[in-house]
């Protein structure tokens, strides 16, 4: 078993969003569904060919699904962007402070004779059309993902428009970027209506898909903002 894809997870927690822990309660509804606009089940399937759901994990990499609540409250901001281009991929390295998993990796890695796992980002350059909540973010920002999650988390193609939570990211290969998941990710399709990139098996996440997935923008936006508070 390769002891780099399993401490991934810990290592850079903070971009794959895989070690947040907590619950949260459920989501309330902020609008009248009844008089809600929505998508035919028909098209959404239909959309779903270029909006694909995103499923799956790494392998050896244990991950437990996240409420968008969850991300919610991890996250910096949530963007409305328009994707420009796919960038090319970079490597970090890791602070390797004793205690630390990182530090721990390092140790084991050198232990054996291994080169420092240096971990590789996938990154899409996108167009910040407005922040619905959270702190500013500039018009022009690169949303960044572990690379061992290619194939699972959202592909991202030029032209899309999505809703996204972002957290900052840190360290200076990250400068100017923004990690993002699926579990905060949402397509703006079809005259402003939105399309989940991920649907949970918890009741949970099922009952916030059924109650956004399909819905016009502005509906998702009331949401994340009676989330926060807003």
Not at 18 to 30: M, R
Not at 55 to 66: E, H
Not at 68 to 85: C, G, N, P, R
Not at 98 to 104: D, F, L, M, S
């Amino acid at each position: 078993m390769n002891i780099k894809k399993i401490i991934t997870a810990a290592a850079t927690a903070c971009i794959a969003f895989g070690l947040i822990t907590g619950c949260s309660g459920p989501s309330s509804s902020t609008t009248d569904k009844s008089s809600a606009t929505s998508l035919s089940p028909e098209k959404i399937n239909e959309l779903r060919k270029e909006y694909p759901l995103s499923t799956g994990s790494p392998q050896n990499v244990d991950l437990r699904d996240l409420t968008f609540k969850e991300v919610l409250d991890y996250t910096d901001s949530v963007i409305i962007a328009e994707v420009v281009q796919q960038m090319p991929d970079f490597s970090v390295d890791l602070i390797t402070e004793p205690g630390t998993p990182e530090g721990n990796l390092a140790e084991k890695l050198e232990a054996s004779g291994e080169e420092p796992y240096r971990p590789e980002f996938t990154s899409f350059q996108v167009k910040v059309e407005e922040v619905v909540t959270g702190e500013e973010v500039s018009d022009t920002i690169n949303l960044i993902y572990n690379s061992e999650f290619k194939g699972i988390e959202p592909e991202l193609k030029p032209g899309m428009k999505i809703v996204a939570a972002v957290k900052k990211g840190v360290g200076k290969e990250q400068e100017g970027s923004y990690s993002f998941t699926r579990y905060g990710t949402y397509y703006v399709v079809e005259d402003d209506y939105v399309l989940s990139a991920f649907e949970g098996q918890t009741e949970e996440m099922k009952a916030f898909s059924r109650e956004t997935n399909g819905y016009k923008l502005d509906h998702l936006i009331a949401e994340i903002e009676a989330m926060k508070g807003n």
